[in-house]
């Protein structure tokens, strides 16, 4: 199963998804190297896509609070807090000028974003992980070091 994006077959022909196709010499070590960078960017963008699992359950971005804690247990570390953001929105209104399109002008107000950051240590073997809900819905988890906690 090879991407649309790049196609190579034993006769070294590639083919771009738009339809392009060219034949090259291609030498063996620029085949690997091109397929290496091929797999590890496709590792890359699908290790984020894969959320946490917890014993035999998912979590992933979406979810809520009451959810990842039903899944994974309480974490190790909770912190809260509470960030004013500034948002910039266009509120439609009257039109000054005879074919004017669209009428109206940008509000800037301030919202308040209640930030909870959870942080799970499943033991030294393993990577701590953090999660980072805003307003009630995971919205990142990442990585930290080796965990500490024995278990």
Known sequence: NVPAALVVT???L???PWGVAAAHALSPVLLRRIFGLWLSLSLAGSAQ???MRCGTQLVSDGDTPYEVRNTCGAPDQ????TELRTVNQWVDGPCLYRGQVRCGQMVQYT???QVDEWLYDFGPHQLIRNLVFENGRLIRLYTGGYGVKQT
């Open 10 to 12: 034993s006769t070294t």
């Open 78 to 81: 909770a912190l809260q807090r």
């Open 14 to 16: 590639i083919s771009a």
């Open 111 to 113: 919202v308040q974003v």
């Open 49 to 51: 896509a894969d959320g």
